[in-house]
Structures are given as C-alpha cells and as structure tokens.
C-alpha cells in the first residue's frame, strides 16, 4: 500500500514540476516555463510561452478573457473573428483584424478556447507571448501553450516550402535563440548569390531579394509602383528589365535600394508567383555586378 501511494506521489510531482526549457517545432523556437511565481502578494502558477515569429514579423494584437459579466449580458468589445465559440470566450483588440485571424488559425482558437479560456495572448510584432496564472497548474498546460504559440508564429509556411521549390535553390533554415532569431529562406545562384526570404514591414512580412555588391557599385534608390513606372534612378536598370505584364513574368511592383554594400529588391507582398521571384532574382544579381554592361 506505501509503496502504491508513493508512486502516485510521484506522478503527482512528475505531473505539475516547474521547468524552462527551449523547444523547436518546425522553424519555430518555443521558450516555455511553467511553475510558481510570486506576484507580489501571494504565489501563483504561472505556464508562459513565447516565441518570435518565423517570418521576421507579424501582426500586432491583444487576446484576454473575456469578464463574466460581458458573458451575461452579451455585450462584447473587440474585434469579432466570426466564430461565435471563440469570440463568447475572448475579446481581440487589434488595428489589422484579416491579418491577425489569419494567424490565429481555427486550430489556434480551438486550443484557446478549450484549454486557454483564461489565458492571455499579446503579439508586438515581432514576438508572441500567451501566459496563463492559476492557483494550480499541470504539465499538460506548457504542451498546450507550446502548441498555440507555434501555430500562430508559423503562419504562412506554404510561402517557405514555394521558396525551396525554385529550381537551383539551397534552402538557409532559421538560426539563433528563441528571442532572436534569423528568418528562413534560400539562396539562389545568379551572376551573384542572391538571398530570398521574408522582412518585417509595417503591416507584416513582405518577401525580399538580397545580394552583396561591394563598394564598386554606387548607391541609388528606385521605386515601382502597381502600374509599372519607375521612379528614381532608372538608368540603373538592365533594358531588358520588366516590371509588370499580363501574366507573373515580370517583377511587379518592388522597392530596390543599394546602400554601397548591398543591393535589396523588396515587394509589397508575402506570395508571389514563381516567376515573379526568379526574374527578382536575376535583376539583383545583374545589377549586384559592377561590371555588368550597362552601367
């Protein structure tokens, strides 16, 4: 009989011990630590997960509980998702709503809402956290934040698996600690090795074409915009550069920019047609020479 009831203690220490440690899930770093703290007038269990999104950024917004007293009555602030389920048990607050349901996927919600209901959820942009405190909490509770936070941090993943399927791409994984990390992409070999991958902007990630030049290639600054015209130093680009067409052969709208070390191609979107990226690509690459013909 002890020794039956020794070992349910120890299943019981097993099964609510406090711990910190790092995890990865896909390109994710999950930092989750999970036992008491003192919040400065008793101690209480505190299960915290977070992470920084994969893609460099995303969008900003504050997830909490929603109050009792908000449930009974039915009046309800926030930004609705449109799931009645999800939107009974929290209250969102955030400037860019499409993008921000975007990242909290259905499955994201399921598991708030049945495991999380009293947890909160903030995203600054770069980093997401969810933490929860309770006067009592399990093991189980960590696996659950893990899994929320790294659904949320991973949004649009097709874009990567699109990047590593260019012909000749050599994919660069994510690198780094939890709280700093690189941001996945490939490396294409044109007339120079140019870097595909996503880069933070205002309203989230937008992917981008990179390529060192050295000091021999002079810094210049040009824009394009929807229709095809180019603003700024267009005697820079190749003739047989193309910005916009019926179909996705041309490079599209695009900011490019060489600060004298190297040379940036950066569109307004996340996804872009496969075509649409090999074309950025070469016209880095071309221009990234300083000794192409037509400088």
């Not at 990865?24 to 007038?41: P, Y």
């Not at 915290?48 to 995303?58: F, L, T």
């Not at 939107?87 to 607050?93: E, G, I, N, T």
């Not at 929860?132 to 949004?155: K, M, P, S, Y």
Request: hydrophobic residues 40%.
């Amino acid at each position: 009989m002890f020794a039956y009831l020794g070992m349910d203690r120890r299943k019981l220490r097993h099964g609510t011990r406090a711990f910190a440690r790092e995890i990865d899930i896909g390109e994710a770093r999950i930092f989750v630590d999970h036992g008491f703290q003192w919040d400065g007038s008793r101690n209480v269990w505190l299960t915290r997960a977070r992470a920084a999104y994969v893609m460099g950024s995303g969008p900003v917004f504050e997830l909490k509980p929603r109050a009792l007293l908000a449930r009974v009555t039915g009046i309800f602030g926030g930004t609705p998702s449109g799931d009645p389920c999800f939107d009974d048990f929290f209250s969102v607050r955030t400037a860019f709503p499409e993008e921000t349901y975007q990242a909290l996927t259905t499955r994201s919600r399921s598991l708030l809402a049945g495991s999380f209901e009293d947890a909160r959820l903030i995203s600054d942009g770069r980093m997401v956290a969810l933490w929860r405190e309770a006067d009592f909490g399990l093991q189980a509770d960590a696996n659950a934040a893990v899994e929320v936070v790294a659904e949320i941090v991973q949004q649009e993943g097709k874009v990567l698996r699109a990047l590593r399927r260019l012909p000749g791409s050599r994919a660069v994984a994510a690198s780094g600690p939890w709280h700093d990390r690189t941001v996945p992409g490939v490396v294409l070999e044109t007339p120079s090795p140019v870097h595909l991958a996503p880069r933070p902007s205002p309203r989230g990630p937008v992917m981008s074409a990179r390529a060192e030049c050295g000091r021999s290639v002079r810094s210049f600054r040009i824009h394009v915009d929807d229709s095809g015209t180019v603003r700024g130093q267009a005697h820079r680009l190749p003739p047989h550069a193309r910005f916009m067409s019926d179909g996705a052969d041309g490079v599209g709208a695009c900011d490019i920019e060489c600060d004298g070390r190297s040379i940036v191609l950066t569109w307004r979107r996340l996804s872009l047609a496969r075509e649409r990226l090999l074309n950025g690509a070469r016209l880095v690459g071309w221009l990234s020479q300083p000794t192409a013909p037509y400088r």
